[in-house]
């Protein structure tokens, strides 16, 4: 990282990071044309312990992610908070975004473990109900192997991520 001044270190400040984040930008190599990137923002649930980061996500059962994914695991993400800009009138070059980010790379693979598919249906559904009204935030949202049955879920293990941040003062 060029700006060590902003760098974000420690799986606690990371995961502050991450639990204000609301969409995840996943990039893969298009299966169809190899030196054609492709990337697409998805809701996301996640753990992060002893500096593995897993991301979990969910999509039907057939589809370009899908493809990609088999073709080559490999895969970039990112994720962030843009708060307000910040103009500096004598010179606007300096101006820019407060900020925070985890960006990473790491390998997609399909959830087959039924007991895992379910684990990560519930924390994504427990990442998108964050910020809703308390009543529904403060859910434990199970899944029954019945209701997981219609989706797929994949997930990216990373331990090659990191946090970036330009707080405000």
Request: proline fraction near 4%; charged fraction near 25%; glycine fraction near 8%.
């Amino acid at each position: 990282m060029r700006r060590k001044d902003r760098e974000v270190l420690g799986d606690e400040n990371i995961a502050k990071i991450i639990e204000q984040c609301t969409t995840c930008h996943v990039a893969m190599l298009d299966h169809a044309d190899a030196s054609m990137p492709y990337v697409i923002p998805l809701s996301f649930g996640y753990s992060l312990e002893g500096g593995v980061l897993e991301l979990y996500f969910h999509c039907a059962h057939v589809g370009k992610k899908l493809d990609c994914i088999r073709k080559n695991p490999n895969v970039a993400f990112s994720m962030c908070i843009e708060n307000h800009l910040e103009i500096h009138e004598d010179n606007y070059c300096k101006s820019g975004r407060f900020y925070a980010s985890v960006v990473g790379q790491g390998k997609a693979e399909i959830v087959e473990d039924v007991t895992e598919k379910c684990r990560g249906l519930s924390l994504l559904m427990e990442r998108q109900a964050a910020g809703a009204p308390q009543s529904v935030a403060q859910h434990k949202f199970e899944f029954t192997p019945g209701q997981a049955a219609p989706v797929t879920v994949f997930k990216i293990t990373s331990t090659n991520f990191t946090g970036k941040a330009k707080p405000e003062a």
